[in-house]
Each structure stands twice: as C-alpha cells, then as structure tokens.
C-alpha cells in the first residue's frame, strides 16, 4: 500500500497565486522529507530538503522565499509555490524514508502537477 | 561533484531480456536505487544494492560493482507494461536525498 501521500494530484491556477501541496507520511513518522521537480522528460531534481521543526535545505538555484517548506509535524510536510508563474509549471513530487535502521529507499507520493496558466 | 550516467532510450521485445546500465561518480556511497516510471506517474521502487553482487526479485534483478562504480537492472521476460522509464539513483550517505539519473526510457515491443 501507499507510504506516502501527496495532495493534491492535479493544479490548474491563474498566474500570480498561491499553491500549497502537502505531503504526508503514512503510519510512520518522518523527520526528513525531500522535494522533487521534474519537468517533461526530464529527470527528477532535488529542490529542498525538509526537516522537521527546523528550517529546510534548499538545493542551490531554488528560491527560498518562492517555494516555502513547512514541516511542523513528523507526519505532514507542505511546499508552497508563492506568486506562481508559467515557468513554475511542473511536476512536483516529495518522498520520505522508512527510519527502520539500515539502508531503506525513499517512497515517493503520487506527485502533484502545477499548471500555471 | 555527483555523476550519473545512463542510456537514454533502449527499445526490447516482449518476452525477451533487457539490461539497462548505470555508471556513477559520488563523494560517497550508501546504496544504489532502481525506479521505475510510468508517463504521468510518481517514481515506484525496484530495487537496491548496498554490497557488490547480484539482487534477484522476481522478473528484475539489479547488480553493482562499486569498484567499477556500475551497476544494471535486468528484466526478463519483457511484458508491454515494463514500457517505462527506469531511473538510476544514487545516496551518498546516511539518509542524504537520492541523486538521479536522468533515466533510460524502455520501449517494449511485439
């Protein structure tokens, strides 16, 4: 079944607003979650780490202020995509890791994609 | 830096066997992924080698040599559903995200 889940699926907004995306952990408890891009045929690309009760790593390029990461409970992280453009239009995906010991693969929620109009 | 190189697209018979490779340069190791990627659809986990050798699951196995910094993904017995993209991805260390590929995009025809 589903580890991670991402809400939601599908966002069709006018330029210049606001998107939040939540993510989730299913019935485990995760104190580091990741954020993914990816734009068409392209591969996916780290934007942030997102660190529970601390402030998240942004990957180098990504701005801070647009893309806002929130991760306030060991469950639930958000991205939000602040003053949207076209150019923001992409797929977003966030994954997590099991923290079971050992080396455990990052699960991936169903992604969210932003169309920017 | 951080290095992952894979074939772009490969095109395969159904019913047949196919192995997509992967070489990669990293300042660290703590394992290699296996994805899978269907059009429109959010990454699902394959496959993972921590140690050299051969991991068997099913239809797909994947092997790695950190010497040679290499591993592939075999898939046999080829079904149409296998068309996908299949992305190679690497962790440096500790619970570090996974650095990409830019995946191999399988076609499986009749």
């Known amino acids: 079944g589903a580890v991670v889940s991402q809400h939601p699926s599908w966002v069709i907004c006018k330029s210049g607003t606001s998107v939040k995306i939540e993510c989730r952990s299913l019935d485990f408890q995760a104190t580091t979650m990741f954020w993914y891009r990816q734009f068409p045929k392209q591969s996916l690309m780290l934007m942030a780490t997102s660190n529970e009760g601390s402030k998240a790593t942004y990957e180098q390029g990504v701005e801070k202020d647009k893309f806002l990461i929130n991760h306030a409970s060991l469950t639930l992280s958000t991205l939000t995509v602040t003053s949207a453009h076209p150019e923001d239009s992409s797929f977003y995906i966030c994954?997590?890791?099991?923290?079971?010991?050992?080396?455990?693969?990052?699960?991936f929620g169903d992604g969210t994609r932003l169309s920017i109009l | 830096g951080q290095n992952i190189d894979q074939p772009t697209e490969m095109t395969a018979t159904e019913g047949a066997i196919v192995q997509i490779n992967c070489t990669y340069q990293?300042?660290?190791?703590?394992?290699l992924f296996w994805y899978q990627q269907h059009a429109g659809e959010a990454p699902t986990f394959l496959s993972y080698?921590?140690?050299?050798g051969l991991e068997e699951k099913g239809r797909f196995s994947s092997f790695l040599s950190r010497s040679k910094g290499y591993s592939y993904l075999l898939l046999k017995e080829l079904q149409m559903k296998d068309s996908a993209s299949y992305l190679c991805?690497?962790?440096?260390?500790?619970?570090?995200?996974?650095?990409f590929g830019k995946g191999t995009r399988l076609s499986v025809i009749a």
């Open positions: 990293t300042s660290g190791f703590n394992g």
């Open positions: 994954s997590a890791s099991i923290p079971t010991g050992g080396v455990q693969p990052q699960h």
């Open positions: 991805a690497v962790r440096d260390g500790g619970n570090t995200p996974l650095v």
């Open positions: 080698n921590v140690l050299d």
